[in-house]
Every structure is written in C-alpha cells, then in structure tokens.
C-alpha cells in the first residue's frame, strides 16, 4: 500500500471510492437532502477545486487502485475518510489517519464522523464530543482525539 498525495487526476476515482463506500453504508441512513449534499462534496470536481485551499488530501493505493482516502481541512478536521468497500477492514483507513500527522497543526484532531461510522472512530480512539446533529441533511457525532494518542 503506499499513500501519496492526491493529484488531479485521480479526483474522479476517488469520488466513486467515497460514493460506492457511502452508498454501502450511509446512504440508508439519510433523507434524500443528505444524499443529494454528499454527491456535490463528493464529485470529482468538488475534490479538484478543493485541492487549492489549505487542505491535505491523501490517496491510499493498492495495486495501482485508489483503495482509500482521507481529507485533512486546516490541519486539524477531518473533513472525509472513505475506504473502498473491498478494501475496508485490512487497515487502509488506519494508515490514512496515521499519515495525517504530518499535516497536522495542532494534537487534536476533529471529525464530524456519520452515525455509522461512529464506532470504527472510536476503534482508532476517537471520542464523542457533543450531541449527534445535522446540516444539510448529513447527520453526524462530533468527534475528536489526540494524535498523539492516535493507536497505529
């Protein structure tokens, strides 16, 4: 597995890694609002414009395919992590999450994690911090942890 920095023309893989990985497991959690919210974040071209701001976004590629990837906003939150479905559960997302440290401006590290994936955050040792909510028809549980607690 290596784990590089994305480039433009990896946006439009990456964006049907984060859809097929949503559809399969949050998609049947939100209403139609929520669903329509994810696509615009999500889409190739939503990642593109945001590879400008102040964001590390990183790839994970196994066997020339992008297997997982992790969004990094302002160096401290995390704004999407998404493993391919056939990827999930062989440590992807963990080796994303420990390769953000570099980018990090600060120990603590927030996500705004969807209700289903609260508890593959607290495996990493993420908390919750707060009540779940919802903007834009995306429900989430704020979370945090410290990175140097972070478990590799």
Known sequence: MVIRELSHDDCDEVS????????NSVADTLSEQGIVTFKRIASGTALSERMAQDNLMLVAVINGRVAGYVELKQGQHIAMLFVAPEYQKQGVGRRLLSSLKRGASNTKLTVHASTTSVSAYERYGFISVGDIAVSEGLV??????????FSE
Request: proline share 6%.
């Open 16 to 23: 049907k890694v984060c859809m097929s990985s949503f559809m």
């Open 140 to 149: 989430y549980q704020p979370m945090e942890i410290n990175i140097n607690n």
